[in-house]
């Protein structure tokens, strides 16, 4: 569509953020700046019981006809009643405009300020074209379902919303559609293969060639690279990254691209193939074209189930936090990869595009309060610079580095239990022994603030994107792999793998102060498994339970999981003595077996997690809703077995 007078007001949204009774938090994107009210109203007399102006919202300009609207309202707000919600526009109320988001009898968007986190959806890894269906479409029909009071008190994204390094083919020219559609920024780049955006979406290696286009380092790590031929390593280690996004405008499409249903109505997702595959004057290779066809139904059906994720998003209070696949895979892994990364101008701004849009897209909306005047004054001078000139590209690389030093990704959410969500990506506890050693997920100054958030608590939640206890046998491979000089080749980052951060944090289960429950709510891995944890040789033992549910559309590769599955059964056993040789001698580890056929701990299917916590704090439900609609739980073990 060449028209962009028939582009709908909303692009992408409203999600509904953050819900306290003090402040509330949308996200959405528009073709032209909004101007009306927004409308907060009591839906058991239908009153407006608050309004304020859409002028007091920041209005970001991403393009021509794309703005990025975060609407942070602050006030004084009922808590656990019915609420609806409205934004009056210049040309309607978006309820009107999108009906599509509304459930059955609603005549707007419903939703509770909920003081407590006792039924919470949770789940990571959500890749538009894996053919597993997507478990937010049948979240949503859960929730549609259900009664206002019933439904659960928000959603938690642990990573991965977005796939940056492993984008399909029907994707990557769907995201080049949105931006020439919206006019969204061009840019330039410094001692690049590239010059600017435009060259890259008129390259011949633009489609399934990215990789020849990604920069390298010379490998020194070890003493043979050294003394002989040097070892040249791609900087962007993901074995699928042959359509990696690159520019700033690439983020932001995909994200509208993967939140919404709009602009997908607007765009040719078989252009390319209509074109017999013909880009640059060069025909894609067999190959190329191959996968195309294998990636296209994949991403016909991801499109059918937006409307359904953007109406669930619509009404459930969402939090995210980023891990590696939202910027690049084995980012900030070793210490060896960042001094690579980030001493490379091109490789630097790549991630940095990732992290600007990681920022305006989930972090902001997480806890508006976290970000400073001063990433706002940044950001305004970069959007509103001339396009493919000097200042611009002063200013963009301004704001990437205040964002590479910016040490407050992390966040709480004030409920009962209190809820913490880790940043577990750019504080890391870096290895001082060898370059290519994994680095500890969090150093110890956050490990030290993220006790202190702990302190006085009888209960808590705690959002960690990898699993604090994995499954030990697919550690050990990975620690083998560590030792053989591969970090990466397995992604070998969990909280064990560095000394340091492993007993840093041991210690601050054992603390004395700590909380009575622990939930742990994780994600990475593709697959479910539900723990109970305890001290050894201590009575009063708090209860510690690691969760982990994903992906939301994604699977671990069979039948590898499968082996791994019956090798740790095997091996790890509670009174297993190989325990004493682990980093986590201290724990005993009881592992619940899912109510499915056979002896598989690991559930290896797309779902989202559902828990649903007594008033101690404790699980009283632990399951997962697949994407095929079946709820499969996890059922307490006895720990005298």
């Known amino acids: ?12 949204g409203p999600l509904l953020r953050k819900t306290t009774t003090k402040q509330l938090v949308f996200w959405l994107v528009t073709r032209e700046p909004l ?13 407006v019981i608050f309004t304020a102006s859409l002028a007091k919202c920041q209005q970001l300009r991403l393009g021509q006809h794309a703005y990025l609207v975060l609407a942070q309202f602050c006030g004084q707000f009922p808590a656990n009643v019915a609420l609806s919600y409205d934004f009056t526009t210049q040309y309607g109320n978006l309820s009107a405009l999108q009906s599509e988001l509304l459930y059955a009898g609603e005549s707007r968007p419903t939703f509770r300020i909920s003081t407590q986190a006792d039924y919470v959806l949770h789940g990571s890894c959500r890749n538009p074209h894996h053919p597993s269906k997507d478990a937010l479409v049948q979240a949503d029909l859960n929730v549609s379902q259900q009664e206002l009071s019933q439904r659960p008190d928000m959603l938690i994204m642990s990573g991965d919303q977005i796939y940056a390094d492993h984008v399909a083919g029907p994707m990557l020219d769907a995201i080049h559609q949105v931006c020439q559609l919206l006019c969204l920024r061009d840019e330039v780049f410094d001692q690049a293969p590239i010059r600017s955006s435009q060259e890259l979406r008129n390259h011949p290696y633009c489609y399934y060639l990215r990789d020849k286009l990604l920069p390298s380092y010379n490998d020194t790590s070890h003493w043979l690279n050294r003394v002989f031929m040097p070892k040249y390593t791609p900087i962007f280690s993901s074995r699928e990254c042959e359509n990696h996004l690159i520019s700033f405008s690439e983020f932001i499409a995909m994200y509208l691209l993967v939140w919404s249903p709009a602009l997908w109505q607007c765009i040719n997702v078989s252009r ?10 060069q025909s894609l290779s067999k190959a190329a074209i191959h996968q195309w066809h294998q990636e296209k139904p994949q991403i016909d059906n991801f499109v059918d189930g937006l409307t359904a994720t953007a109406r669930l998003m619509a009404h459930i209070p969402t939090y995210m936090i980023f891990d590696d696949h939202d910027i690049t895979d084995d980012w900030n892994l070793t210490v060896g990869w960042e001094h690579a990364a980030y001493n490379n101008p091109f490789a630097s701004r790549i991630i940095g595009n990732g992290l600007i849009a990681y920022w305006l897209c989930q972090g902001w909306g997480n806890e508006p309060d976290n970000f400073p005047n001063e990433i706002w004054q940044l950001a305004q001078q970069y959007l509103d610079a001339p396009e493919l000139e000097p200042n611009s590209l002063t200013h963009h690389d301004n704001l990437i580095q205040y964002l590479y030093r910016f040490e407050h990704w992390h966040y709480t959410i004030e409920s009962s239990p209190k809820v913490v969500v880790l940043d577990t990506r750019t504080r890391r506890w870096r290895s001082e022994s060898r370059m290519n050693k994994p680095s500890g997920l969090m150093d110890w100054e956050a490990l030290i603030e993220f006790q202190q958030e702990l302190m006085h608590q009888d209960k808590v939640i705690v959002v960690s994107a990898a699993p604090m206890f994995g499954v030990k046998f697919i550690e050990a491979l990975q620690k083998s792999m560590t030792v053989l000089g591969q970090p990466l080749l397995i992604d070998a980052e969990n909280w064990m793998a560095h000394p340091g951060s492993a007993n840093t944090l041991l210690s601050i289960f054992t603390h004395t102060k700590t909380p009575s429950n622990f939930v742990i709510l994780s994600g990475d891995v593709h697959y479910s498994f539900a723990y109970d944890i305890k001290l050894r040789f201590r009575k009063s033992s708090p209860n510690i339970y690691q969760i982990t549910c994903s992906g939301f559309k994604n699977q671990f590769p069979e039948p590898l999981l499968a082996i791994c599955d019956h090798v740790d059964r095997a ?10 040789l682990t980093k986590r001698k201290r724990l005993k580890v009881f592992k619940r077996d899912p109510d499915l056929a056979g002896k598989r701990r690991l559930v290896n299917r797309s779902a989202i997690g559902e828990l649903k916590l007594d ?3 404790k699980p009283s ?4 809703l697949t994407g095929e609609g079946e709820r499969v739980s996890f059922p307490p073990i006895d720990q005298d077995l």
């Not at 569509?1 to 709908?8: A, E, G, R, V, Y």
């Not at 091996?571 to 004493?580: A, F, T």
């Open 621 to 624: 439900q632990i399951s997962i």
């Open 35 to 47: 101007h009306g009210d927004f409308n907060l109203y009591a839906e058991a007399d239908n009153a």
């Open 615 to 617: 008033s101690h704090g």
């Open 1 to 12: 569509m060449s028209d962009t007078s028939q582009l709908p007001l909303v692009l992408a």
């Open 571 to 580: 091996l790890y056993s509670p009174r297993s003595p190989l325990n004493y």
């Open 272 to 281: 390319l193939e209509q074109q017999g595959f013909i880009h640059a004057g």
